[in-house]
């Protein structure tokens, strides 16, 4: 695939995750043989997740340094939050377009698009992270992906996983499930729809806009990944329930 190719249908994976930061080089490959006959590039990847949340957005940022120490600084990607280059939910048309080179997601946010696309990030009920792993590199899982995302002119790279995601943060206390019916709750993916069946009113934000709809009380609940970037986010102070 020529150089043009390559950065219309590049894609940074809808789950660059937290796996890469295990994958640190035992050496600088700068000196790979013929190096200096590659082009210097200088791509922009385009996150839906606000900057310092440590086990997703830096994953993008882990990545491009990894990126720039294989290519021998040749090869620079510069990374952006969400709604500095696009709206977060957003990140997959903007690369399908052509409007950004890379973009750093979760597929579970465009399943309108393609339900199947759900199966590329956590699955209610279904997958541990090593199971999913597992699945996309000895299962045909990848392959699997790959038919689904070319339909977007998108290639997708698989980049680590969140592991199990919380149940959610609520302003109210619930007791029991029929306490569920009507509230407003951010969850996006096959966990919306689980949460549909339960009647409850589904909403889909970005990262950066849960905090404010949860103060205002546009919401009434939200998931997010987890205890860790759940904090960074304050959720606890305004919905108190967990």
């Given at each position: 695939?020529?150089?043009?190719?390559?950065l219309?249908?590049?894609?940074a994976g809808?789950?660059?995750g937290t796996?890469?930061?295990?994958?640190?080089?035992?050496r600088?490959?700068?000196?790979?043989?013929?190096l200096?006959?590659l082009p210097?590039l200088?791509?922009?990847i385009?996150s839906?997740?606000p900057?310092?949340i440590?086990?997703?957005?830096n994953?993008?940022?882990v990545?491009?340094?990894k990126?720039?120490?294989?290519s021998?600084g040749?090869?620079?990607?510069?990374?952006?939050p969400?709604?500095?280059l696009?709206?977060g939910l957003?990140?997959?048309?903007?690369v399908?377009?052509?409007?950004i080179?890379?973009?750093?997601?979760a597929?579970?946010?465009?399943?309108?698009?393609n339900?199947?696309?759900?199966?590329?990030?956590?699955v209610p009920f279904?997958l541990t992270s090593?199971?999913?792993?597992?699945w996309?590199e000895f299962g045909?899982?990848?392959e699997l992906l790959?038919?689904?995302?070319?339909?977007f002119n998108?290639?997708?790279?698989p980049?680590?996983?969140?592991?199990t995601?919380m149940?959610g943060?609520f302003?109210?206390?619930?007791k029991n499930?029929s306490?569920?019916?009507?509230?407003?709750?951010?969850?996006?993916?096959?966990g919306g729809q689980?949460?549909?069946?339960l009647?409850?009113?589904v909403q889909?934000?970005a990262?950066?806009?849960?905090?404010?709809?949860?103060?205002?009380g546009a919401?009434?609940?939200?998931?997010w990944?987890g205890?860790h970037d759940?904090?960074?986010?304050?959720?606890?102070?305004?919905?108190?329930y967990?």
């Open positions: 695939m020529n150089r043009k190719d390559f219309k249908h590049s894609f809808l789950a660059l796996g890469l930061s295990d994958c640190k080089p035992s600088n490959y700068s000196n790979i043989e013929n200096e006959k210097y200088v791509w922009r385009a839906s997740f900057r310092g440590d086990t997703i957005y994953a993008a940022e990545f491009a340094e990126v720039k120490l294989l021998g040749r090869f620079k990607i510069r990374v952006f969400a709604g500095e696009v709206p957003q990140v997959l048309d903007a399908q377009n052509g409007t080179q890379m973009g750093h997601s597929s579970y946010y465009f399943t309108g698009k339900p199947a696309l759900a199966f590329d990030c956590g279904g090593r199971q999913q792993n597992a996309q045909g899982g990848k790959a038919s689904i995302f070319s339909d998108i290639l997708s790279l980049g680590g996983n969140t592991g995601q149940g943060w302003r109210n206390e619930v499930l306490e569920l019916k009507g509230i407003k709750m951010r969850i996006p993916g096959l689980v949460m549909n069946r009647e409850v009113n889909v934000l990262g950066g806009d849960i905090y404010p709809a949860l103060e205002r919401i009434d609940a939200t998931e990944v205890p759940d904090e960074k986010l304050g959720f606890y102070k305004v919905a108190k967990y």
